[in-house]
Each structure stands twice: as structure tokens, then as C-alpha cells.
DNA sequence: GTATCGTACAACCAAATGGTTGTAGATCAG
DNA sequence: CTGATCTACAACCATTTGGTTGTACGATAC
């Protein structure tokens, strides 16, 4: 079986965006505030480089954006990934309503 | 900045879990209904082994639950995992909805 | 009892991941 | 203009990941 191809590789790449710890930090960070890059890579006992590539993988996933401004490069929230996040998790959770409803009909029916 | 550490290597497995087709696909279909180890193995162009260590994975990460029964192992879905990370996403929505009012508050004493 | 089935697990491999340092180009401050 | 700052990106490294094959062992079927 091959299960979907486009859209599995979108998938792929925002649950693996949010599988660090450090990166759900910046999620959580530019969706209250601005930061700039540098900015963001003061708050972590990393290099700069380190935080520049979790940027790229965030941003990647539509989980954040970047936008120049100046010679800064502003970060800040990208409700779009989440909110697919949501959706997906929001798809199983209905697969679970499902079954818990035919658990329901058989256990009425009998 | 060291960002939690024993509660992050648990959501780290279990977004990491999420990120991967084939996984994504065998928590659908042990959702649904039950499947040996093997039963899941005959569905994926890959090696039994393969699909072994993808249902572990699962497995560490509370998505799905195995039970021996006679030579054969039961996966069945485990709620608690997409529980716990639904409830990690809305906390991030949260986020989102805590900033769309101080934005209106703003908005609303300009 | 013996062959088969379902599973576990080790060893191995290529590719991806998460980190580093170093270099170079823009932009800003003085 | 010059120097400092912010960013981009390449090269490199160790570890993890996702896959393979092979071996071993308990449970089942005949």
C-alpha cells in the first residue's frame, strides 16, 4: 500500500516540525511576541546556526513565517500549520467518535 | 535555556510517532478494528520487521496498545496519545486566541 | 512429533537529523 | 568609510531513523 504521497509529506513535515522541544518553544514565543532571528537564538544554549535551521524547519511546516525587515528577519506565528495540525488530530478523534458509536448501536441493539 | 525536559521527551516520541505515513495509517486501521502485528505487516510494501518496529514506536508513544493473545499480538488504538496531543495543540491555539484579544483590546481603547 | 506461523531481536546499512564552525554578503551605527 | 550586527549557507560530524536480512523461539495445525 502506498498511503497518500503529496499531501503524507506535508503531514510529515509538521509533525516532525513539532517534535522537538526546543522548536515548540519558538512556536509558542512568536505567537506572542516578535522576534527576530538572533533574538530568538539568545534564549537557547545553542549556536545561532542551530536556531536558524529549527527556524527553516518551522517555517517549512507553516508554522511560522519570516519577513524581512531591515537586515533583522522577523519570525512570527503561522496560525496555517497549527491549525492543520488540529484538523488531522481532529480526524482521528472522530474515527474514535465512530467506533464508540457502533460500540453504542450493537450494545443497544443486543 | 533548557525548555522542561522529562514531560518533553514524551511529546517529542509522540509527534515524532505522528510523523511518518505508514504510522499515521496503522493508527487509523487499529482504531477501527484489530490487527495482529502481521495482519498489519500483509497491508505495507515493506518487511514484516519494518512494520514491527513502526507499531513500537507507536507503542512507546501511547498511540496504539499490543496484547498477546495465542502466537499472535493484538494493536488496538490507544486514545490516551492523540488525547494528550490534542490537548497540546489546543494549548497552542490558546496561544492564538489570548493574542487575537489583546489585539482587540487594543483595537477597542484606540 | 514435526512443520508452519507469528513474533522478537540483533546486526547491518543509507539517509536524515541536530548540532558545530567557518565564510561571506547586507545593513546599520558612528 | 569602517566596524559591528544579522543573516545565509556550506562543510563537517555524531546520532537517530527507517529500512533490510537472518536467527531463534513459543504457539498452532496437521
Request: charged share 35%; hydrophobic share 45%.
Amino acid at each position: 500500500m502506498v498511503v497518500d504521497q503529496l499531501r503524507d509529506a506535508d503531514v510529515d513535515r509538521l509533525f516532525q516540525a513539532l517534535a522537538d522541544a526546543t522548536r515548540r518553544d519558538i512556536v509558542r514565543r512568536v505567537t506572542v511576541g516578535e522576534y527576530s532571528v538572533s533574538g530568538l537564538a539568545a534564549l537557547y544554549d545553542m549556536s545561532f546556526a542551530a536556531v536558524q535551521k529549527h527556524v527553516a524547519v518551522l517555517e517549512r511546516a507553516s508554522l511560522v513565517t519570516k519577513e524581512k525587515r531591515g537586515r533583522e528577519q522577523i519570525v512570527r506565528g503561522n496560525h496555517e500549520g497549527l491549525q492543520k495540525a488540529r484538523r488531522l488530530l481532529d480526524e482521528y478523534e472522530a474515527i474514535w467518535r465512530q467506533r464508540a458509536g457502533r460500540i453504542a448501536d450493537i450494545l443497544a441493539e443486543g
